[in-house]
């Protein structure tokens, strides 16, 4: 496994940008800024509520919770990793936020508060992580309260832009194998990045035990003309602590010196044009 990627905070600082150039990772964080405000909008917020960040990470929408409202509500940063938790701390020990915060170090398969205790369960990019998606989903469920709130933004990266759409055939020599690997792997029902869709999430929702839900999916277009450093960056960053880099997923296929020549060849073709990539992304509301 990568040792760039040694656990969560530096993953979220570091290791998640280390394939953008300064320009892609400025465009990046723009657009995380309008997730936020996107998520925040959704949940209707107001004052004296209870507000849970799971999967806090670095604390984007907890924190945008403390622009809006101070401390005017009551916030808890929750995270089944104690250094997204300490990252978090650090930052509000720096801002003049000191009460009606609380750190919570829990699983979101198993949320340490009491049934009916949140008016809001804030989430973003964290269902990806998780394996049993449908568990997840009955204990946010739980820790509301009648008429509370969960919104989220998650990624739906089974339905990414696959190299092998990137390529023309004769431009890897063996690409009908890639492409079917590729295929496997992007379809694993036993890996929390790719094993679900918008309408499986909806479903969750709905056998969890939530109404009115909305899984509202927006398709985000990228243009841009990759460098080889970039390609290089694409085959060896994991997508997360304890996942997998996109190499190391090939090489569970093929052997090193087959997977690259494929990376190899990856980069003359595509370091060559501009190339477009499509990723849908999921903004999701539902009531207890």
Not at 76 to 93: A, R, V, Y
Not at 111 to 137: E, G, M, P, W, Y
Request: proline residues 3%.
């Amino acid at each position: 496994m990568s040792d760039i990627c040694k656990n969560w905070s530096t993953w979220l600082k570091k290791t998640r940008f280390s394939y953008m150039d300064e320009n892609q990772i400025q465009q990046t964080l723009n657009w995380l800024t309008n997730i936020k405000n996107i998520v925040l909008d959704m949940a209707d917020l107001k004052e004296n509520q209870k507000v849970a960040d799971f999967g806090c990470g670095s604390g984007l929408l907890g924190f945008g919770v403390l622009e809006r409202f101070e401390d005017k509500i009551e916030l808890i940063f929750s995270d089944k990793f104690q250094d997204c938790l300490d990252e978090c701390e650090n930052i509000l020990n720096n801002s003049k936020i000191k009460s009606n915060v609380k750190f919570l170090k829990s699983d979101i398969l198993d949320i340490k508060l009491k049934n009916d205790f949140l008016d809001r369960a804030l989430t973003r990019s964290v269902l990806v992580h998780v394996l049993d998606k449908q568990q997840a989903f009955s204990e946010l469920f739980r820790v509301l309260k009648p008429n509370g709130m969960y919104c989220a933004f998650e990624p739906i990266i089974s339905q990414n832009t696959r190299y092998y759409e990137l390529l023309i055939p004769d431009e890897a020599s063996d690409y009908f194998d890639f492409k079917k690997a590729e295929m496997e792997f992007m379809t694993n029902l036993n890996d929390p990045l790719v094993n679900f869709s918008a309408q499986s999430l909806d479903l969750n929702m709905q056998m969890a035990g939530f109404n009115n839900v909305v899984v509202n999916v927006q398709k985000v277009v990228s243009k841009y003309s990759p460098t080889i450093e970039t390609i290089e960056n694409w085959f060896i960053t994991p997508p997360a602590p304890n996942q997998k880099t996109m190499k190391e997923r090939f090489m569970e296929y093929f052997d090193e010196n087959k997977v690259n020549k494929y990376i190899e060849e990856v980069k003359f073709a595509l370091s060559k044009r501009e190339i477009r990539v499509c990723s849908d992304t999921a903004l999701i509301r539902a009531i207890k």
